[in-house]
């Protein structure tokens, strides 16, 4: 008799949970502890974790024969003249119609230039960072070596390699035509590095990612730490009181936890309560200065992204951001009621926007406010909307709410 396909897997993942049950690797955004579960789920044939587990696998096999990327890809170069710098345009900076030049740009808020996106690394870093997270998990789920091998080699081509390696600073990120050469509000491109820090993480235990490997990756995250937190772009994208702050704080926790700069992330995390959340969040759960925005929706649920996940990073470090609150009620879960509900595609978002956003961005954060205490309208709400697995969901394979 032969045996199904699906039994052979299943038993491949029973055999990997048993040989690897004790290990968590140390990711920092993703729950190192509910993966390690989840992967003992579907070696017991959990199937609620089916699906997932399938969407993951089918994106990673479409990575493997991707072509490495690397900063000398790029057809413009920076002003420095040093292609191995990162190099990108601001993306909503047009040409001037009324000068023969078109210099300076000038600012149309949400309408992304496209020629903005030709022939710069903006694209490349975030396909590189997220094929590695994608790729990492696929690994960590299945054992598949293919998959840590190909993570490994897009990695190092982008960061380690020699000759093709991109030096660790912003210096010429969104860098607007006829105005400047690159500003710190590019900074919100290196984002992406949090899901590149967890993908190489859960390579632990493959030979493809070495010790040197790993090592040589946490000295180039030092250096862009060290000049994030020094230079001029990284001070002043710091002091933004939009989004652009909230997400450069994600990203300087990100690398302090990543390096092991731990009292560093846990100073950070502390001063989040007063810096942003009261600040940025009205006691009615408006976020003004993200509903100012022409594509209001999605910058509020952006701004709330880069929140949660700071909440995220500070359960590493003993910082609860979810049970903070002013007197007049400015939290976390007020900022995601208001926004929550707008999770069902046919309800109208009271703003005009100029694009409308994927609202299922939504329920993750659902899923998050759920672990930190229970809500009939969140729970509602992830049980109606939760749909099926779309690209990129990975945040289902350790949900709290239904998984397919």
Request: net charge neutral; with cysteine; charged share 25%.
């Amino acid at each position: 008799m032969q045996l199904p396909f699906a039994f052979f897997v299943l038993w491949a993942l029973a055999s990997l949970t048993s040989a690897r049950a004790a290990e968590a690797p140390r990711t920092i955004a993703l729950r190192s502890v509910e993966l390690v579960a989840a992967r003992a789920e579907l070696g017991r044939g959990d199937a609620r974790l089916a699906a997932p587990l399938a969407q993951l696998r089918a994106e990673a096999d479409q990575l493997l024969t991707r072509k490495p990327a690397s900063v000398l890809d790029k057809t413009r170069t920076a002003a420095s003249g040093d292609p191995h710098d990162y190099f990108s345009f601001a993306p909503y900076w047009w040409p001037d119609p009324k000068k023969p030049d078109g210099l300076p740009y000038i600012r149309d808020d949400g309408k992304v230039n496209p020629d903005s996106k030709r022939g710069t690394d903006s694209a490349a870093l975030a396909r590189t960072c997220g094929s590695v997270e994608t790729l990492g998990l696929a690994y960590f789920f299945t054992g598949d070596e293919r998959y840590a091998k190909k993570a490994a080699t897009l990695a190092r081509v982008w960061f380690l390699d020699a000759a093709t390696r991109m030096n660790p600073h912003l210096e010429h990120a969104q860098a607007i035509p006829g105005i400047n050469a690159g500003r710190g509000i590019g900074i919100i491109e290196t984002r992406h590095l949090i899901g590149l820090i967890d993908g190489l993480a859960l390579l632990a235990g493959s030979s493809a990612w070495s010790k040197h490997d790993s090592d040589a990756m946490t000295t180039w995250l030092a250096a862009y730490y060290q000049w994030m937190t020094t230079s001029k772009n990284g001070r002043d994208e710091a002091s933004a009181e939009n989004n652009h702050g909230s997400w450069s704080d994600v990203q300087v926790v990100a690398l302090a936890l990543a390096v092991g700069r731990v009292d560093d992330a846990r100073k950070l995390l502390a001063s989040v309560p007063m810096k942003r959340i009261a600040r940025q969040i009205e006691p009615d759960g408006r976020q003004p200065l993200e509903l100012a925005r022409t594509k209001s929706l999605d910058y509020s649920c952006f701004n709330l992204e880069a929140l949660v996940l700071l909440a995220r990073f500070g359960e590493h470090v003993g910082v609860d951001l979810w049970k903070f609150s002013t007197a007049d009620g400015r939290h976390l879960r007020a900022a995601l009621r208001y926004v929550a509900p707008y999770v069902d595609p046919a309800k109208a978002w009271p703003k005009e926007d100029i694009k409308a956003m994927d609202r299922a961005r939504l329920l993750p954060l659902l899923d998050e406010a759920l672990r930190h205490g229970d809500d009939a309208e969140f729970r509602a709400l992830f049980a109606q909307f939760g749909g099926t697995p779309a690209s990129g969901e990975y945040w289902r394979l350790a949900a709290r709410g239904p998984r397919s």
